[in-house]
């Protein structure tokens, strides 16, 4: 039969095939030439206000025109840069990114410790962490130091130089050259331990004060030590130490305000989480259902 290209030009469906083979040849085409809708930037009067108050507080002074377009400038810089990053999933993965966010939220939840606590909390909780709060011994000495590398005789020497001080002798001219403090006013034993030892600090905190004791050793040398005053560990009052409390104990509700708050949040999630020995695929994972059960 032969063909009728008059027919075949007024059937619809050749008409529907060469408007889409048209269609797919023009954005095949032209399409990188078809404009997008466009993105928009919208700062308002508050965002320029602020930026205009931040110059202030650090300038002492309002910013100029030229100023203040140039921080524009840079907010609108920031937010498309913010935005294009986004966009392409920059923020996905990235450790810094996840644990600011994660300080950010936490932040958040520590509204409480804004809130005012009374004195009865405090002395409560000043009782209940009484090692923490605790002043501990102090002791005010002087020290003769002795080193054992320029000491044949070290023993000898010490007792000789103890009888020496006992008699009268200033402690200022005596012994062997020190970075240490030849005097120690008052004195918390942490620092004593801090600069001559445990052992060396524990000792002294328990020598009479008024006599030339030793010789005492720390980890540099020997030591001739006369105790001069000693003040035992004590409790302070709440009024000495009240800030101290408070803000430990805003801090502990702080802490603990946040474990709730993951608590509630983490009911609502179910976790997953593969065993390291086992492949990406196994079957054999431990999964935390939203009640909180763990399953195998």
Known sequence: ?????????????????????????????????????????????GAVQQLAANFQRTWSRPPTAAELDAMVEGYVREEIFYREALAMGLDQDDPLVRRRLRMKLEFMLE???????????????????????????????????????RRADLEADAAQLLASLSDGAD?????????????????????????????????????????????????????????????EARMPALAEVRDTVLREYRAEQSRIQKDIAY????????????????????DASVVSEANGETTQ
């Open 1 to 45: 039969m032969p063909l009728n290209i008059k027919t075949l030009w007024r059937e619809p469906l050749l008409h529907f095939l060469l408007l889409g083979f048209a269609l797919f040849l023009y954005y095949d085409l032209a399409g990188d030439d078809v404009e997008a809708p466009p993105k928009r930037v919208h700062v308002d009067r």
């Open 111 to 149: 509204d409480l410790s804004a809130q005012n606590v009374d004195d009865a909390v405090l002395a409560t909780y000043l009782q209940q962490n009484a090692d923490t709060f605790r002043v501990e011994p102090q002791v005010s000495f002087v020290q003769v130091y002795l080193d054992p590398d």
């Open 171 to 231: 402690p200022e001219l005596s012994g062997d050259p020190t970075l240490a403090p030849r005097a120690y006013p008052l004195t918390p034993q942490s620092v004593i331990a801090r600069d001559f030892g445990d052992g060396f600090a524990q000792t002294v905190s328990n020598l009479p004060p008024g006599d030339w004791s030793g010789p005492h050793y720390s980890p540099f040398g020997a030591h001739l030590v006369k105790v001069e005053q000693q003040v």
């Open 263 to 282: 608590q509630k949040l983490r009911e609502t999630y179910e976790v997953t989480v593969e065993s390291p020995a086992e492949p990406a695929s196994s």
